[in-house]
């Protein structure tokens, strides 16, 4: 298998300014009208509400978290930065943020 890149970028909250770009990005990846831009209502309600991180690098939003770490949770990553260390990232953010709330945490690691 093919080594890939790690993508540089930071992980923060999400702002109204990421919106665009991750409605843009959503919209261009749906196929026959399946994706995750179904659930753009509950995305913004997300940011609105500050329950979103994104991870950003020089390009804009490249993946992000919404809910953080629930049921309720939607990860999404750019099709071209899979594999790249961006989901890990706002899944590793998610759970030091619920560790931080003293919640407790299960984390399982599968091939």
Request: hydrophobic share 40%; net charge positive; aromatic share 6%.
């Amino acid at each position: 298998m093919k080594k890939t890149k790690k993508i540089k970028g930071n992980v923060r909250t999400a702002v109204d300014a990421d919106l665009p770009l991750i409605q843009e990005w959503l919209k261009r990846e749906a196929r026959n009208g399946l994706g995750f831009i179904n659930n753009w209502g509950m995305i913004q309600n997300a940011c609105a509400e500050k329950q979103m991180t994104v991870f950003v690098s020089a390009e804009g939003p490249m993946g992000f978290l919404a809910y953080g770490i629930s049921h309720d949770s939607i990860l999404q990553t750019k099709s071209s930065c899979q594999r790249r260390g961006v989901g890990r990232a706002l899944v590793e953010h998610g759970i030091r943020k619920e560790e931080a709330l003293n919640n407790a945490v299960l984390v399982v690691q599968c091939e």
